[in-house]
């Protein structure tokens, strides 16, 4: 608990991924151990039950290369490095693994594009394996039309510099922002800045609700998305055939320097026409999609669509394991099928913020109903399913993608699985309930698996079964025994070093990248335990200055130990004179809340503070309290309801326990 006023830190707000990025570890690779001859015999058996044969993304991959750089590693300012495309570079050996699924490797072997490429002659270019987006450059009539601009300032930099490199030196005249993802607008200042927005030399656009969704994501539980994210991305896995491979529509993510200039144009109709720089583009908006505020754009004097992260070459997830909002399959689909029905009739050319383009229209049209279909069929498959009785806790054994589908490989599960994807379209619809009272209040694993190994015989019988089943290949029989056992006896080493052995099996074994880093993280932990975190680190100047005071407010609020206030009860009025403000902060039923436009007459306390201060206390360089000593701020009345928030108030730990014993 903090103790001074105010002494937390919103980190990790909209860096979720970064910020758990920069503390990865380095494995003992020691303990890590080959695919077994049962994993091996699967692989085997799957190259030769998919569509290799199907070699068209390769070539499309490659089409328009025109050069890579001379380096594969782009660093920071203090020679940190940002980027190493060459940490991958074991994919370009020509080498099956039998510790990766054949399809994810073929995956991430498309994913090594790593240069510029031109898309359509003397008019769009791209530049990949910068960052895990891409970077989409459109030559305007008198400068640079930039598409998406990457996740951070140095990786956006060194890409728009190999385009002046290879093309000639052009102004960036525009910046578009295709959603509200982090990795889409992170970069912009490595190729603008705020003078140029400011002299209206350049226009950056954006989706209805960008900057609302662009903050808000990721706050509330920021804390526990960070944690999450590392077994998603697979941070803290060393790149290779044992460890990490791809993250599905990208290599991995920049460790850089992020930030956020606001659009000056918000594009707020369904379909809305601009012309940019000469060149004439028409937006469609896609809400409830990829991310709730997204834009895709048509370019009808050349025939070319721009699908976002709408299209890529991947089912994405409908519900991420880092933690989001479940996404919506179904409008998802009726969104590709309107883009499908309005541009793709036309399009010769089809371009996205992630993986490669596709060129023909017969092709596009293929890739274009591909994705609308299977976004449809989870959708009314898992829906089907249910109202047949089929509960959240069977779906991902019920539920298959139609064997016809299986055989595209643009909608292969390399990002979502069937597995999490499914779970998610049920859990939108009818919750995490299945129905049984017995899972309606169930104890918590920790409270139930001592009974469960109880009943087993103990760590005696289950160890030796659990090694049989691993032995036979039956990895996910081994897990769930192992698992029950790891939660009642968390010092069990050889507990513990069997279910990551196992878990190890399982990653190897899963074409979705998610599942693979979620599987090898936790392997992993449970052998070395969970690697000491770096200091906290806080958010960026721009996406402080972005997020609301309000939103700050309810994310303090997140904090409060609700057991620790109840019974406390008081007011704060609270001003930020420079912006106009005023909120009333009210502490009462153990619970913070806050609303805007109000004064209290009644309050306990008031604090007046600029806006511009309090960015400070959100970026994690100073504290409520020592702004008020230092006189950037002013106090009056019981200025004791301050230290009564303070003592509330919970540090939540960035690297928690996931797996049991670990810590």
Do not use: C
């Not at 209206?200 to 609302?212: D, I, L, S, T």
């Not at 008020?628 to 009056?636: D, F, K, N, W």
């Amino acid at each position: 608990m903090p103790d001074s006023p105010f002494s937390f830190i919103l980190s990790a707000t909209l860096l979720l991924v970064i910020s758990t990025a920069s503390q990865a570890q380095t494995a003992n690779v020691a303990l890590q151990q080959p695919a077994t001859a049962v994993t091996a015999e699967r692989q085997a058996s799957l190259r030769t039950e998919l569509p290799f044969d199907d070699d068209r993304d390769f070539a499309e991959s490659q089409r328009g290369f025109i050069a890579a750089p001379d380096y594969r590693q782009i660093l920071g300012p203090a020679g940190n490095v940002v980027w190493d495309i060459g940490r991958y570079d074991f994919l370009l050996q020509d080498q099956d693994y039998d510790s990766i699924h054949p399809s994810l490797q073929r995956q991430a072997t498309l994913n090594m594009n790593y240069g510029l490429y031109e898309v359509v002659p003397d008019l769009i270019y791209q530049v990949r394996g910068y960052d895990l987006a891409n970077m989409t450059v459109i030559r305007g009539e008198q400068g640079w039309i930039l598409f998406d601009v990457l996740l951070t300032r140095e990786t956006a930099a060194a890409a728009l510099a190999f385009v002046n490199q290879q093309l000639g030196e052009r102004p960036v005249t525009a910046v578009v922002y295709s959603h509200s993802h982090i990795d889409h607008f992170g970069g912009v200042r490595g190729v603008i800045d705020d003078e140029d927005v400011q002299s209206g030399r350049v226009n950056v656009y954006a989706p209805a609700g960008f900057m609302e969704e662009a903050i808000s994501e990721n706050v509330y539980a920021g804390n526990a998305m960070s944690r999450r994210a590392s077994y998603q991305y697979g941070n803290p896995l060393t790149p290779g055939p044992l460890g990490q491979v791809d993250s599905a529509i990208g290599k991995a993510l920049a460790r850089g320097s992020s930030g956020l200039i606001a659009p000056t144009i918000v594009v707020s109709d369904d379909f809305e026409e601009h012309t940019i720089d000469g060149v004439r583009v028409v937006f469609q908006n896609t809400p409830g999609t990829e991310a709730p505020a997204e834009m895709n754009a048509w370019f009808p004097d050349h025939n070319v669509f721009w699908a976002a992260e709408n299209i890529t070459a991947t089912i994405h997830n409908i519900y991420t394991l880092r933690g989001a909002l479940v996404r919506d399959a179904l409008s998802w689909s009726r969104q590709i099928n309107e883009a499908l029905y309005r541009f793709g009739q036309d399009a010769d050319v089809m371009i996205s913020s992630h993986n490669w383009p596709r060129w023909g229209n017969e092709r596009i049209q293929e890739v274009m109903r591909d994705q609308r279909d299977a976004y449809a069929n989870l959708n009314n498959q898992v829906l089907n399913l249910a109202n047949r009785g089929v509960t959240i806790n069977q779906m991902h054994n019920e539920y298959q993608v139609p064997q016809s589908l299986q055989q595209s490989w643009s909608v292969r599960q390399y990002h979502g699985s069937e597995f999490h994807n499914s779970r998610a379209v049920i859990n939108r619809y009818l919750g995490y309930w299945d129905g049984n009272p017995a899972t309606l209040a169930p104890l918590s694993p920790e409270d139930s698996a001592p009974l469960y190994v109880e009943m087993m015989g103990g760590a005696e019988a289950i160890l030796p079964r659990a090694q049989t089943l691993f032995d036979e290949g039956r990895y996910r029989l081994a897990m769930e025994i192992l698992n029950k056992l790891v939660y009642a006896e968390p010092d069990n080493q050889t507990g513990k070093d069997l279910l990551a052995a196992t878990f190890e099996q399982l990653g190897y074994q899963y074409e979705s990248a998610s599942m693979r880093n979620a599987f090898l993280t936790a392997a992993q932990e449970l052998r070395h335990g969970v690697a000491a975190a770096g200091p906290a680190r806080g958010t960026s100047p721009d996406l402080a200055r972005a997020m609301t005071t309000a939103q700050w407010w309810d994310a303090v609020a997140t904090r409060v130990d609700s057991q620790l206030a109840d019974g406390m009860a008081f007011k704060i009025n609270f001003s930020t004179p420079d912006n106009g403000e005023q909120f009333v902060i009210e502490m009462r039923g153990g619970t913070l809340t806050n609303i805007s436009g109000y004064r209290a007459d009644d309050a306990d306390a008031s604090i007046t503070m600029n806006r511009s201060a309090v960015d400070q206390v959100i970026m994690g360089q100073a504290t409520l309290a020592s702004l008020l000593v230092s006189g950037q701020g002013q106090v009056t009345g019981d200025v004791d309801v301050l230290q009564q928030l303070a003592s509330v108030l919970v540090e939540f730990d960035p690297v928690f326990e996931i797996m049991p014993g670990t810590r």
